[in-house]
């Protein structure tokens, strides 16, 4: 099946809340990425953070990773109606591999 | 920096035929290009592996005589899908990954915009 869960698989929240989004995975992997995705548009990458780190900060956006549970967590904090998109957990293994979680669809009501 | 593109953007096209989707790295050089597809509310699956100068590396269920991947330069890679038929429509995403440090990071895969390929 295929490598990591996402959830929840929809989250809807209002303007100025906390979005946050989890992510697990089963076997080892060299890194995690986050991607966002708005609707029928390409990917952009978020963060990666490496298997030896626990985590990253970048602006709104905060992942964590715990190697022991085989998860990760992405954060968005005072989120915008602009950050209203789908958010990929991408697990890269050997080969430079990444394989993607089924998506969170996150929706920021004004 | 970093900065991927794909052409055409949309394309839409008779069965049977043939259709190529050009992937560029437009400021780097891409050791190493990946072609995912993409259905309606699905995620990404990965199809096959492009390292440039030799042949694509395609996962388990992936037709390769279908699915025909050229990577003939660092900045270029192209998908043909031949002889395409309606259950191939779909969104079809490359990536690229720098082989070079400097300003792109050699960990990440930069996506192109995606191609949707409807077939008739």
């Known amino acids: 099946s295929q490598q990591g869960e996402e959830d929840p698989q929809a989250l809807s929240i209002q303007e100025g809340e906390n979005a946050t989004m989890n992510c697990s995975y089963k076997t080892s992997i060299n890194n995690l990425q986050w991607y966002r995705q708005n609707s029928g548009r390409g990917l952009v990458h978020l963060i990666l953070?490496?298997?030896?780190?626990r985590e990253k900060h970048s602006g709104r956006l905060r992942v964590t990773l715990d190697t022991s549970k085989k998860s990760s967590s992405l954060l968005i904090t005072a989120s915008r109606a602009a950050d209203t998109a789908s958010y990929f957990c991408a697990k890269e293994t050997s080969g430079s591999r990444l394989t993607f979680g089924e998506g969170t669809q996150l929706t920021v009501n004004p | 920096g970093a900065v991927v593109s794909q052409h055409p953007s949309r394309v839409i096209c008779k069965s049977g035929t043939s259709v190529k989707i050009e992937c560029r790295s437009l400021d780097f050089q891409a050791t190493t290009m990946f072609w995912y597809r993409q259905f309606p509310k699905q995620s990404l699956m990965l199809m096959a592996t492009?390292?440039?100068?030799?042949?694509?590396?395609?996962e388990q269920g992936v037709e390769k005589d279908k699915f025909l991947i050229n990577h003939a330069s660092l900045t270029l890679s192209t998908l043909t899908v031949t002889s395409a038929h309606p259950e191939d429509s779909s969104f079809y995403i490359c990536s690229a990954r720098g082989g070079y440090s400097g300003s792109v990071s050699t960990d990440t895969q930069y996506f192109g915009p995606g191609t949707r390929l409807t077939v008739l």
């Open positions: 492009s390292n440039e100068g030799s042949k694509a590396t395609y």
């Open positions: 953070i490496r298997s030896n780190e």
